[in-house]
């Protein structure tokens, strides 16, 4: 008698190594279908990321071709897809990899929940960071709030050494028929911006360890140092295929151990980096709502603002602190902005002009191809001064000190900001290339004036944190 298939769903886990769910599913000696759910968590999605998990699906699509199977594209609430599924293919099992957000985890529960009452074999399988969020817990017992410590109790434990792809995925008789993915659009809100941000995209398993292979070699030595300067490259860039699972935090993490115990530079620092990612996965399964509620609670009082014309020049990336603007149009151009860019220009929306948080967390939820729930939450709340392991609120980065120190030949500037440049650079350029036809942004327009002066922000924030704190008896 020949085993019944199993449905693999893949989400953001599009890679056939260090794959759990479909190791297990291939154990079973029967057919394996594989299967991707454009559901309404993938709906949900902001421009920029819902057409990099497109571009990831393609390449999956792919890669399993190439391997003898194929990848079945279905649309609508995932319970609705599985039983149906389950029903065509005779499927007695349906696995997946675990996610940890709340919405992810409602999704999961109610599928689970639903076809095993259907007498259909439904596992959930780790993969999607090194330790499972409640695996590492204080010495009381809890969660841990602050990274450090954190980064003590990990650093030291085995991390599972990650599984090989499978040597052969035997398909069913009859596979069922799947939709075409062209057909789902998945980049029609990137409209012409989406050519742009492909140039700098890095897609698929292949890809991602080709990236790790390259960077150990070539950039590991000087992470430590060169993490910070937005215009030396000297990063991983893996966040990318972190985000949709085309690469797996423990291959990451084994391939990198080797030059740690090597004694190689910069080793360290890059593991503890991948385990900041695993801390804020460990923060938002413990505090699911971190992506949408200020974890403090007191802050609630705080006096942000909400939307306004001065966070929509931020958007824009005209609000005329040059380090500031780099940073925002070069998420608009790559998909992607360097960490230390990232802050600056975080902590100039929520302090120097004073706007809420969540503003630039949905903006960088539509625009960056790498976006990860837990870290853009995490990060943003971190520097808003509202979060768990939080930057004081009156530490607040100012732009032009932070861009004499990390950018002190204004490299990283002049790469993304045309105005007043007699030959600008392509980078540059692409901007005004990538944004709306009706936006009536160009490159030969003068350089905005500040929306703000720096010492006039920073006054404003400190006195609204001083209020703040005597309202609430601090």
Known sequence: MTQPPVIVWFRRDLRLSDHAALAAAVATGGPVIPVFIHDETVEALGAAPKWRLGE??????????????????RRGPALEVLRALVAETGAAAVHWQRVYDRDGIARDRAVKAALTEAGIAARSFPGATLFEPWEVQTGAGGPYRVFT????????RAVAAPLAAPAYLSGPANWPIGDRLDDWAMGASMNRGAAIVARHAVIGEAAAR???????EERLDMYSEGRDLPALNATSGLSENLAWGEI???????????DWQAGRLGAEKFLSELAWRDFAWH??????????????????AFPWRGDNADAERWRRGMTGEPFVDAAMREMYVTGRMHNRARMIAASYLTKHLLTDWRVGLNWFATCLTDW????NAMGWQWVAGSGPDAAPFFRIFNPATQAAKFDADGAYRRCWIA??????????????????????MAATENYPEPTVILSEGRARALAAL??????RGG
């Not at 990831?56 to 594209?73: D, H, N, P, W, Y």
């Not at 410590?149 to 030291?156: D, E, L, N, S, T």
């Not at 399964?285 to 802050?299: F, G, I, M, V």
């Not at 901007?431 to 009706?438: C, L, S």
């Open 372 to 375: 990860d729930p837990a870290s």
């Open 149 to 156: 410590p954190f980064w003590r109790a990990i650093r030291g």
């Open 466 to 471: 001083g209020s703040f704190g005597k309202a």
């Open 283 to 300: 923060l938002i399964y413990h505090a699911p709502d971190l992506d949408r509620a200020n974890w403090r609670a007191d802050w609630d």
């Open 56 to 73: 990831g699906v393609r390449c999956f699509a792919a890669a399993l071709e190439a391997a003898g199977s194929r990848l079945i594209l």
């Open 248 to 258: 797996s935090p423990r291959q990451i993490w084994h391939a990198a151990l080797r």
């Open 210 to 216: 080709e990236r790790l292979g390259r960077f150990l």
């Open 419 to 440: 105005e007043g440049q007699g030959a600008p650079p392509m980078t540059a350029l692409s901007y005004f290339r990538a944004v709306p036809r009706g936006s009536g």
